[in-house]
């Protein structure tokens, strides 16, 4: 039915996350319908990424080239604080925020015994390392905010206790124009455990 090269396309497309049978045959004729610079373009830059892009040798975040991502060879950014993700997407939401000034530390997953994913699968050790070696004052667990998250988070904080660093770790609740008969017991009684004054 299909050329070899247009179903080779489409069979690879169909293995990006997200992306199905249809939606990879879609993309596929879409990419016949566009002038050729257009799609070389496209190839150039997916080439391009596996090429430059590395790894943080600091906090294990996207660097392109270099030794440091854009965040660690940031002067003005505060070395003693350091905030955990799981992900260096999760890097992208905290920055969007504004709120943050310290550094990362990205574990490139979270623990989960069922998947086998322990502590030796995730940056840790490196963690650790960080510490002392960067006189790290204050450590914020930014994990996701289910089982695998808070599973590591809490793991996170018994390794960092005797540390005698400050371990936070990131407030969770209910959203900005939520109702609360629709929020579940966990997000409402967090959210009652994190409340904070008013001051009129």
Known sequence: MYTGSL???????????????????????????????????LADAIVAVKERTTLCERCFNVAESGNLCDVCADTRRDPHVVCVVED???????????QFRGRYHVLHGALNPLEGIGPDQLRVRELLGRIDAEAITEAILCTNPNLE?????????????????????????????????YADELTLGRAIEGRRAVVP
């Open 88 to 98: 260096p997407r999760d890097i992208v939401a905290v920055e969007r925020t504004r």
């Open 7 to 41: 179903r080779a396309l489409i069979d690879e497309l169909g293995r990006l996350p997200g992306v199905g049978p249809k939606s990879a045959q879609r993309i596929a004729f879409w990419l016949l319908k566009v002038p050729g610079e257009d799609a070389r373009r």
């Open 149 to 181: 998250g808070e599973a590591t988070a809490m793991y996170l904080a018994r390794l960092l206790a005797p540390l005698e660093i400050t371990v936070t770790r990131i407030a969770s609740g209910l959203p900005v124009g939520g109702d609360l008969e």
